[in-house]
Structure formats: C-alpha cells, structure tokens
C-alpha cells in the first residue's frame, strides 16, 4: 500500500494555478518527498523533490510545512499540456526496503 | 543510449505461454524498479532490486511471475503460463538512490505493452 494520500481528480482551466495536496503521515526522518507527472501511454517522470519549506523549479513549487506530514505541489499558470496523472512519493519501509511505491495519484484534467 | 531501455515495446502471445521482459537501466543506477499499469489504472508496484541485497518480491501477484537482475545492470521479468490478466504495460524504472532518500528519482523506460489473447 502507499504512504500517501492524494485527491483523486482536479479540474482547472487554462492560467490559472493548481495545488494538490498530499498526505504523508508516517514519513521517516531521512525520506525526501517526490513528485511525478505521468502522461498516457508515458512512463512517470520527475517533478520535483523536496525535504522541507519551499522548493522551486522551472515547472512547479513544493511547500513541505515544518512538521512534514504533507506536502503541496504548485503548478503556476497551468496549460492544456499540464494534464495528467501527478504522484506524490516518500519512502516505503515495509520488509526491511526502502522503495518507492506509488498511489492513485491525481488525475488533473485542465479545461480551456 | 542514456535512458532506461526496455524490450519488447510491445508483445502479444497466446493465453498459457511464457514471456520474458527485459530492461537495462542507466548505468551505475544501483536500484531497479518493475511497475505493471493496468489500463486506466495506477502504478502496481511488483519488484525492487537495491544492489547486490536480496530483491523485494513483495508484489509479485503469483509464482508465475519472477525476475532476476544480472550482474546488477540488465533485469528479466518473466511471467509462466500467461493469462490474460496479465495483460498490462510492465514499466522499468532505475534510481542512484534508495527509496525516498536524496537522488532516488527514479528514471523510467517507455515500457513493454503485454497483450495475452
């Protein structure tokens, strides 16, 4: 099972900003929090990673409040082209690993 | 190249034969992930391999299913006796890091469309 918790779907419309939130209740000390974007018939890639306050890069923001038990994505003036399927990740510790699991993620859909 | 290569990009068999999946990661990527999306669906985490450690076969859905990883670069994932619920994309993907720690971004192949009739 994963460690996260998402929204199932978000809609936006096109310039406006999106954040989605997710829930990590049970993240371990050393673990940095990831995101993924998947499109369809894509594999998932990178978004950004973060540990704590505010990461910032050319395509999204990640807030990660002090006591790290979620996290937000921003997606700054989205487009068409942003719609997907967005994945929050930390760590999963079951069995002794340390591997990423994924979720359900987020189905965003913007509309014109 | 420098990405995460996986082969067959697509395979159709028949119910009950064998197939085998391969994936090359990017080389010096200590860890290899195997993924199956159902159409529609989420990623179904199946088997991780961290090194030279013992893999985790925790999502592995049956005995039919098993990978190997040779010489800690290429990885097999072969499933028996296919069934036509095993019919999915198989994603590869390789990481530097372990788990949800710094540089474990993971970098995944175009993966291998299954289709068992």
């Known amino acids: 099972l994963a460690k996260t918790t998402q929204p199932i779907s978000m809609d936006s419309y096109e310039g406006q900003e999106v954040n989605i939130t997710c829930s990590h209740n049970n993240i371990a000390t050393n673990d940095y929090i990831t995101w993924y974007q998947q499109f369809p018939s894509q594999g998932p890639r990178f978004i950004i990673q973060g540990y704590k306050t505010k990461v910032t890069n050319e395509v999204a923001s990640l807030f990660i409040p002090a006591d790290r038990k979620s996290s937000t994505l921003s997606l700054p003036r989205v487009s068409l082209s942003d719609t997907a399927v967005y994945y929050c990740?930390?760590?999963?510790?079951?069995?002794?690993?340390?591997?990423?699991?994924f979720g359900a993620g987020t189905r965003l859909a913007v509309h014109p | 190249g420098a990405g995460v290569s996986q082969s067959p990009s697509n395979k159709v068999t028949e119910k009950g034969k064998d197939v085998e999946l391969r994936c090359d990661p990017i080389s010096g990527h200590t860890a290899l992930y195997w993924y199956r999306q159902s159409l529609g669906q989420g990623l179904e985490f199946l088997i991780y391999f961290q090194g030279n450690s013992a893999p985790d076969k925790s999502g592995l859905p049956s005995d039919r299913f098993s990978a190997e990883r040779t010489g800690g670069s290429v990885s097999t994932l072969t499933i028996q006796r296919t069934q036509q619920e095993d019919s999915a994309v198989y994603l590869c993907?390789?990481?530097?890091?372990?788990?949800?720690?710094?540089?474990?971004?993971?970098?995944f192949g175009e993966g291998s469309r299954l289709t068992v009739l």
């Open positions: 993907a390789s990481s530097l890091g372990r788990g949800g720690a710094v540089g474990g971004e993971l970098f």
């Open positions: 990740l930390v760590g999963d510790y079951a069995g002794g690993y340390n591997k990423l699991i």
